[in-house]
């Protein structure tokens, strides 16, 4: 048995949403309050249902306007979708017990539990029932289960943001304790022990005058409760046997040191993988128990929490062998970007979460997994993004604060491809995008994706582009002429010169117009007479300079032109354009 969906209503910032289940691992992605706890407390609402126990607060409903409270908000109800482990079409003999199971469309079984809540005006409460469906929405059993009927099958844990060893390994219900609890020494052994730890602790305690001066202090403990004639004595071994057990804790030796230390004095990281070490040994002995149908349940926030980003590639995969179906909350690109699952995108907007998935085969994903932390994306297609940060920081724009990220694509040929897996079509996130327009066969392509009949004319493609939020300079205007004639050149012979490169007069003189004009009109081709007429030559010289020189050119000639950022006049308008709309973007 697996959970394969869960669909949540009107719980917290989830008005209505679905998460489709990998059978191994699943990753919530998105930014900061988007809605990834949510998930994982909605699943674990149900998995660990007992009627009786308060399991929502009035916090937790949706509410319907402002300053509304829990008694005028709608129920809140989540669904989980039951099917078979494995490749089993159908749920094993006995496997539901009394509850029936309902058939899909494709033959494979499934059973539907939904737990509601809501505020009852005659208890003054929050009650909650947790029932079984069927095909059509329908309560089966009325009254409700009094607890979620598969704790067996599908046993359930969840790791929070802090992995603290002496906490999570402490306690008697941990994995730990539970994994002690099976350990079965012999009377023989435990006795031999007990003598060797009682035999230790007087030692230690008759033979240290502190601890002695300790013992006489406590002493009168007992004549102030009424207890004359008692004793205070100190030790350092349990009195039963049995609790030696107890006592067992991890402790690991570093490559090279002379002894080992208690695992929990090590950093938090290598805490929370020992803790991973200890599930997994608790899950599999909970299989062998339960049977073949048995699938252990865990969900955890930020795997990667105090790993560096080599170790949070690695526990990507470590994660996705543990037994069973994992559920995950990560901020770390270097996580989700070697996940392999299924990785659900959640964004809020106006307070209101939505969930889409993202292919993870996706090249432009996996090149560049960091926008699925985004509020609004920009794609780029070259140097364009060097000089984004220099403008953004002159017009007073914080990318990072606001949650833009700044994707370059390399090459306009691939922006469509880009937009396609985070567009509108795609992730649905808010995308911007900006090209030089000098591929006329990208343009026409991309319009044919947005569902328009694209002209041969290259000025008209970029007049339909700039509809789409796609802007651009001229047609053949691209980055290198644009600087060129930024305050006539000044800013790029300036680069240059910082650079210790020679004047633009010696350059020209040491390549030769003739051969900077032939080099353009090769890789303009019948478009060369349009930029030659257009411009004055010694833009075209800047601009020829500007693309077989250095990549840190262009950023310097835009700190220049923005006296570092403080300074917005001279910002083309595609550039500004740009900026502001996805700052726009990312503010909704």
Same mark, same amino acid.
């Not at 959970?3 to 191994?24: H, M, N, T």
């Not at 979460?353 to 090249?363: G, M």
């Not at 020209?508 to 030659?532: C, E, M, P, S």
């Given at each position: 048995? @697996? ?23 699943? &990753? ?31 916090? /937790? ?5 402002? %300053? ?41 079984? #499934? ?46 844990? !969840? ?8 906490? %999570? ?49 406590? @002493?009168?403990?007992?004549? !102030?409760? =009424? ?25 690991? @030796? ?53 790993? #560096? ?10 994660? $996705? ?15 989700? =970007? ?29 090149? #560049? ?28 724009? /914080? ?21 396609? &897996? ?15 327009? /000098? ?55 300036? !680069? ?8 633009? !007069?010696?350059?020209?003189? #040491? ?10 009109? %090769? ?52 550039? $500004? ?12």
């Amino acid at each position: 048995m @697996r959970i394969k969906q869960i669909w949540i209503r009107s719980f917290r910032g989830i008005k209505d949403a679905e998460v489709i289940l990998d059978p191994k691992l699943t &990753v919530l992605v998105g930014a900061n309050n988007a809605g990834k706890t949510t998930v994982l407390d909605a699943l674990a609402a149900v998995v660990t249902y007992r009627r009786g126990t308060p399991i929502f607060l009035d916090t /937790d409903f949706r509410a319907v306007s402002t %300053g509304a409270d829990v008694r005028e908000a709608q129920p809140i109800a989540i669904t989980l979708t039951l099917v078979p482990s494995a490749d089993n079409p159908r749920f094993e003999a006995g496997e539901l017990g009394q509850l029936r199971a309902q058939p899909s469309v494709d033959g494979t079984e #499934h059973l539907r539990l939904r737990l509601t809540a809501q505020y009852s005006v005659e208890t003054g409460r929050i009650e909650t029932r947790l029932v079984d469906l069927d095909p059509k929405d329908g309560e089966i059993n009325v009254d409700g289960h009094s607890v979620f009927p598969f704790r067996e099958l599908l046993p359930f844990r !969840a790791f929070g943001a802090e992995r603290d060893l002496r906490r %999570g390994m402490g306690g008697r219900w941990s994995d730990w304790s539970l994994v002690l609890n099976e350990v079965r020494p012999t009377p023989d052994v435990l006795r031999r022990a007990a003598e060797h730890f009682v035999l230790g602790s007087e030692v230690l305690i008759e033979n240290t005058k502190d601890l002695a001066e300790i013992a006489d202090a406590l @002493r009168p403990a007992g004549e !102030a409760v =009424g207890l004359p004639g008692s004793d205070v004595k100190l030790s350092a071994a349990p009195q039963d046997p049995a609790e030696l057990l107890q006592q067992v804790m991890v402790e690991m @030796r570093l490559p090279g040191a002379p002894r080992g230390f208690s695992a929990d004095r090590h950093g938090l990281g290598t805490q929370g993988a020992l803790l991973f070490a200890v599930y997994r040994l608790q899950v599999e002995r909970l299989r062998l128990r339960a049977g073949p149908g048995a699938s252990a349940v865990l969900t955890v926030e930020e795997p990667e929490a105090h790993l #560096h980003p080599t170790a949070q590639r690695a526990m990507a995969t470590q994660i $996705r062998e543990l037994p069973g179906q994992v559920v995950v909350a990560s901020h770390s690109p270097d996580f989700v =970007g070697r996940a392999t699952g299924r990785i659900a995108v959640l964004r809020s907007v106006r307070g209101e979460t939505s969930i889409r998935e993202i292919d993870t085969s996706e090249r432009s994903f996996r090149d #560049h997994p960091r926008v699925v932390f985004a509020r609004s994306i920009l794609l780029t297609e070259g140097r364009d993004a060097h000089l984004l940060p220099h403008f953004a920081r002159a017009l007073r724009i /914080d990318l990072d604060g606001l949650g833009v990220e700044v994707v370059d694509v390399q090459g306009q040929g691939s922006l469509k491809p880009a937009w396609e &897996v985070f567009g509108p079509r795609g992730l649905g996130m808010p995308v911007i995008l900006m090209g030089d327009a /000098d591929d006329l066969s990208t343009m026409r392509a991309f319009l044919r994706s947005a569902g328009e009949a694209p002209p041969k004319d290259l000025a008209k493609c970029v007049s339909m582009l700039r509809r789409w939020d796609y802007f651009t300079c001229w047609p053949v205007k691209c980055l290198e002429f644009e600087l060129a004639e930024i305050d006539s050149g000044r800013w790029v012979d300036q !680069a240059f010169l910082d650079q210790g490169e020679p004047s633009l !007069a010696d350059w020209i003189q #040491h390549h030769g117009k003739d051969k900077i004009n032939d080099t353009w009109k %090769g890789k303009l081709g019948n478009r060369f007479q349009y930029v030659a007429d257009l411009k004055p030559e010694p833009a075209l010289a800047r601009a020829y300079r500007l693309s077989k020189n250095k990549a840190e050119i262009p950023p310097r000639v835009a700190a220049l032109m923005t006296k570092d950022g403080t300074d917005a006049t001279l910002i083309p308008s595609r550039f $500004r354009d740009a900026l502001e709309r996805a700052a726009k973007l990312a503010r909704e």
